[in-house]
């Protein structure tokens, strides 16, 4: 479930870098978010073919994958927003 979650928002955030550089605005920490996020999908799809590889299934949907997979994004979501916060400081001085 780790993997369903940060690749689906990864691709969020893909989708967003895209509309924010289409748009001409700032998008450092937008672009550092996804990067972050895609970096995390590879990750879980690496820990999934070992799985494969173990015997086990790729995809782990049990409550204990969800609820890390949650941690990871509220933890991401953080990390996005104090970077975002820090840009933002960084700009008005």
Do not use: N, P
Not at 1 to 26: E, N, P, R
Not at 30 to 57: K, P, Q, R, T, Y
């Amino acid at each position: 479930m780790c993997l369903i979650i940060t690749a689906c928002t990864a691709a969020a955030f893909t989708l967003a870098f895209l509309m924010k550089k289409k748009s001409g605005g700032d998008y450092k920490s937008v672009f550092m978010a996804m990067l972050m996020f895609w970096a995390a999908s590879l990750m879980w799809s690496m820990d999934g073919i070992a799985s494969v590889l173990e015997g086990e299934g790729f995809f782990d949907i049990s409550l204990e994958d969800t609820i890390l997979g949650i941690i990871i994004l509220a933890s991401g979501l953080i990390v996005f927003m104090m970077h975002s916060v820090w840009q933002k400081r960084k700009a008005v001085s």
